[in-house]
């Protein structure tokens, strides 16, 4: 897959919708609202699960504040919504080229 900007795929405005489970997980992790944000409108698709449901899904990169971070987002092209579905901080034995891709 070649890697893309969220820009790439959303072409309209867009609002973010969080899962409870998400952002239970945020809280854990201590991964902020504004963070997620930022990875969602900034960061590259490093993976892209075109035949998840109800929606194709997205897992994005960034670093924010000298910390890697993933978010998995679904996306609603009919309603301009992209629900974050979790977010998380790489673990380093399980990801390799600066967080981008999964150790085989």
């Known amino acids: ?3 893309k900007a969220v820009s790439d795929i959303v072409k309209k405005p867009y609002s973010l ?4 489970h998400a952002l ?3 809280f854990n992790r201590r991964i902020g609202e504004s963070d997620v944000e930022e ?4 960061g590259t698709i490093i993976e892209d699960y075109p035949d998840d449901t109800p929606y194709p899904s997205y897992l994005i990169y960034k670093v924010v504040h000298d910390r890697p971070l993933h978010v998995v ?3 609603d092209k009919e309603e301009g919504v992209i629900i974050v579905v979790t977010a998380y901080e790489p673990e ?4 390799e080229d600066h967080y981008t891709r999964r150790t085989s």
């Open 92 to 95: 380093p034995d399980r990801w």
């Open 24 to 26: 239970r997980q945020m």
């Open 73 to 75: 987002g679904a996306y």
């Open 39 to 42: 990875v969602v409108r900034k």
């Open 17 to 20: 919708v969080f899962r409870v």
């Open 1 to 3: 897959m070649k890697r």
